[in-house]
């Protein structure tokens, strides 16, 4: 035990008569050492403040860590080059810990902490170079960010892991947080010995110690920013690959190996290395490549140097993957590799550039997976993924122009959004066909060349990217970067003697964002030959303005479908003639490609939710000619598209015989084409998990309870232990059978976290006052009983469409919280609150958030979700109305 906590023991000796005296001040004496105030965020102008005090630093990290404590401890070394005499304090950000001593060049000093940051006075450090030495403690996290704990239901192994971004580095150790003060980083962990320990570069030496323990010393980092900084410990499972040269690992938990694949994840991480340094032009920089896959996790996946973490969740199956699965496997380990060019070799100064990184790696992604993957559909996923995200977030009252200034880091943890990363990566996406593939590469390749280690803007990403094809970007930038909103395109045409006379295309923008942009779009004109709608000829011309007169199109064939935007080439919302729509009704399963088929059912179900189509005319039709569709993308699509139809049908307030027609037309739906898929197929797949939204009649749930039961089977569809869950929520959703032994004996079978969530799931939906009142509560004034993950699952589950009438009995507690939601300026659990929060469509429940949102200072996180849950129940309203003109 002495070994192994050496140097946390001595700090409680030396510090034992001095620590009272040195460390914290009184609130009311912080002004006294400075001005900054004491949040746990940083604003941009502080940040710029201290850039200027300092000109170089490095960190020698040592942390103590073990399978049992709920805190661990730390010694920071800090090599500081000051740029200048000190006018003003210097801040060291470290929030939620215990600080035991400060010293400055081995003397002690005086300081201040007071939970957020530690203030040294400027009198103790002068202009060059200072070694400032931090010993502390700190709690590990369960909410997914500083350093987190995760102890295993199973097994009872201990797991932890760093996510940082943007502003969460320094609840690990205390230093200078923020992404333009680039450090190296020295580490040395002590730890269990049954455990592996990954960081940003590997071992050199590790110690044997008394009591099990181990402690590893790696060597210097290379300069990267601290958000990316990784320290990952645990008895994690690892398999080992190499990528011509560069040593590839992979980490699991004991609990879930059985279940990782780790030949896809090397193929494709190999495949995305081979792409990636021949098109960047730059070897990786930093040595070896390590895949941390781990519970709990709050986003998708991380780009921490060298040692990048995946979320268990999405990425793991307890059963086979789908091609769609794995494809977003791929696609994501194709994001986090792209970032070690984009992000990380080459980082932003300050958060107003999050939105090019991810931007960046969203298209990078795509991109590598279409030039260099076994997957032929991967731009039909991007449509269906990160475009229809954009769209969505780009019409909301909450859209921001993509280069947007950000004042603090709890603005840019709001910034994660469809905008920073659907829209900027699609917009980029254009520049290929503007600029030229080969002049996009080359400027790319040039920027992270000139600025490798370093910081950089946007400006100087444009201008790379602008001398490499001889073109001065200036008001493409300007108009797309710096303006927000989405824009809208139609096509007039006239023809004679069947063939176009005359084509124009008229863009509009909403009257917010009145910027109208200029792109590269291809016309697509279909026309039926024999028994397919074949296109038949495409135009590809740069439309501007208001109207375009688009010479090129005539003498043309004469539509009977014209595509706007074929094959998705530019970022913008299509409206369709009304000859294309009528053509469509009759004709869409003869279309021959699946990628426009793909859009015209998207264009047609955006027509719905702009209240241009009735609801209950778009569920006929789709019902009338879905079950001829064989491409899966469209399949996945039309599946999801009936599971919003299914929960407009209860927010539209129909008349009951009329909603529980189209609801009972829906399932029937869902449960024949379930049992008409190829077994084991794909199809087979997304079909089911739409029955189990779907499902609601006495006969649906005898099927669910069937299935569960191995009663009833269905050839090649496994009801594994991640499909069991959706069928025991499902039968909690509607009380049937005895729904709560279903959760017990699965539990049994069962013991994982992940069914431990699923469970508190199941719970929360049930349509009863008593479950909503008992998971409120847990949810509002017993949090701290529950880890993120949990209140995530709560809150997500709590008021299911059908359960709106519940929803407003508990809506006025719901909203009389928020203002203290807000303030406990915890991002993560504001973000997870505002999962409670549905769409709902009456005058009342519009007016509710009309009211919360007179408090203009509510945390980003939960105030931006309101907003635009106030939108989205208007624009249903709409829809309602839409709908009773239609079918009075």
Known sequence: MKNRFTFAGIAACVLAGTIASATVAAPDTAASITDRTNRPLLTAEYAELRRQQIADVDYRIEVALDNKSESFSGRVVADVTLARDLAKPLTIDFAGGKVKKVTVDGNPVTYEYEGNFIALAPDNLGKGKHTITVEYEHPYSNDGSGLHHFKDPQDGSVYLYTHFEPYKANR????????????????????????????????????????????????????????????HAGPYVVWESDADGIPLRLF?????????????????????????QKYFDIPYAFEKYDQVIVPDFTIGAMENVAAVTFNERYYVS???????????????????????????????????????????????????????????DVW????????????????????????????????????????????????????????????????????????????AELSDFMNALGKAAGKDLDQWTQRWLYKAGLNT?????????????????????????????????????????????????????????????????????????????????????????????????QHINDIESPFTRLMLWQSLFDSVTDAQL????????????????????????????????????????????????????????????????????????????????????????????????????????????????PLIALLNRHLYGDYEQRIADQLKKDNTDRARNAAIASRAGRPTEAAKKEWLENILDKRDQFKLSQIKAAAGNLFPAEQLHLYREFAPRMFDAVPK?????????????????????SKADIAAYTTVLKNTDLMPALGRVLKDRKQQSIWCSRMKIRQRQAHP
């Not at 942009?517 to 397919?532: A, E, P, T």
């Open 380 to 455: 039909q996923n991007f449509y269906l993924g990160s475009k229809q995200w954009a769209y969505g977030s780009d019409q909301l009252p909450t859209t921001h122009p993509i280069e947007v200034p950000v004042p603090n880091t709890d603005e840019a943890f709001s910034n994660f959004d469809g905008i920073t990363y659907g829209k900027g990566g699609s917009v980029l996406n254009q520049l290929p066909y503007y600029l030229g593939k080969e002049a996009f590469r080359e400027g790319v390749s040039n920027y992270l060349k000139e600025f490798s280690y370093g910081n």
């Open 614 to 725: 009735p609801l209950t005319d778009w569920i006929d039709f789709a019902l009338k000619s879905a079950g001829s569709e064989s491409d899966i993308n469209v399949i996945r699509l039309i599946s999801n598209n009936l599971q919003s139809a299914r929960n407009y049908l209860y927010r539209l307030g129909l008349r009951a015989s009329l909603r529980e027609e189209k609801l009972q037309a829906i399932e029937t739906f869902a449960w024949q084409q379930l049992n008409s898929a190829p077994a084991g197929s794909d199809a087979q797949k997304t079909w089911f998990h739409a029955f189990t939204e779907l499902a609601s009649s006495e006969q649906a749930l005898q099927h669910a309870s069937e299935l569960l039961d191995g009663k009833r089977t269905i050839e090649g569809l496994d009801i594994d232990k991640d499909r069991s869950w």
């Open 821 to 841: 939601v807000s303030d406990t300026g915890d991002t993560l659990y504001n973000k997870a609150y505002a999962m409670l929060f549905p769409i709902a469509c």
């Open 172 to 231: 690990f150790f205390p230093h200078f947080d923020q992404p333009d003060l680039k450090a190296r980083y020295t580490v040395t962990v002590t730890a269990p010995g049954s455990w592996e320990v990954i960081t940003a570069t590997r071992e050199e030496k590790i110690d044997e110690l008394e009591n099990g323990f181990k402690r590893w010393h790696f060597p210097q980092s290379k300069r990267f920013s601290s958000y990316i900084f990784p320290l």
């Open 318 to 376: 307890r059963g086979s993957k789908t091609q769609a699965q794995r494809q977003r496997l791929a696609n994501v380990i194709a994001h986090e590799m792209a970032h070690m060019w984009f992000g990380d070799l080459v980082t932003m100064e300050w958060w107003n550039g999050l939105w090019l990184k991810e931007s960046f790696a969203t298209y990078m992604a795509s991109l590598a997976l279409a030039e260099n993957s076994e997957f032929d």
């Open 252 to 276: 699991a938990r004991k609990t879930m190996s059985e279940y990782v694949k780790p030949e896809d994840w090397f193929k494709f991480t190999s495949e995305s290395f081979d792409f990636f």
């Open 489 to 585: 395109i139609s096509v007039q045409y006239q023809c004679s003697n069947n063939k176009i006379s005359e084509l124009t295309i008229e863009q509009t923008a909403p009257k917010q964002y009145p910027t109208l942009r200029s792109q590269k779009v291809q016309l697509g004109i279909y026309r039926m030959q024999g028994d397919k709608m074949a296109r038949v000829a495409k135009v590809p011309v740069i439309y501007s303005g208001a109207r375009t007169a688009v010479k090129d199109a005539v003498g043309m064939p004469c539509p009977q479908i014209l595509n706007p935007n074929d094959e998705d080439w530019a970022y913008v919302k299509t409206r369709l003639d009304g000859k294309s729509v009528a053509t469509i009704n």
